[in-house]
């Protein structure tokens, strides 16, 4: 069973896009740092990407407040080169639905 829930009306105003570049490029360091960041709860969409930045975190907060401790439990604990946050100002499309032809 799914639900689709709309953030802002369960206080989870805030859509925050982490980019985290790596400290270290071993196979070690990257269980590490996956385990880490997929059990942060505020954490919804989690990528490893190509180009500058090494992963890229989807993250629901309620305010800069919450930000802040997600922050901080983040970057907790495991060696990161950068971290860099980008907030989403306005929402312009949202779907689940996938384009199958």
Known sequence: RVVLVN???IGLGMTVFVQVKAAKHDSAWLKTFAEHAAN????????????EYDYMLKVVVADMQAFDIFYKKLVDGVDLSDVTSSFAMEQIKYTTALPVL
Not at 40 to 51: A, K, L, T
């Open 40 to 51: 942060i709860e505020q954490v919804i969409e989690f990528y490893r990407m190509s180009g």
């Open 7 to 9: 953030s802002q009306k």
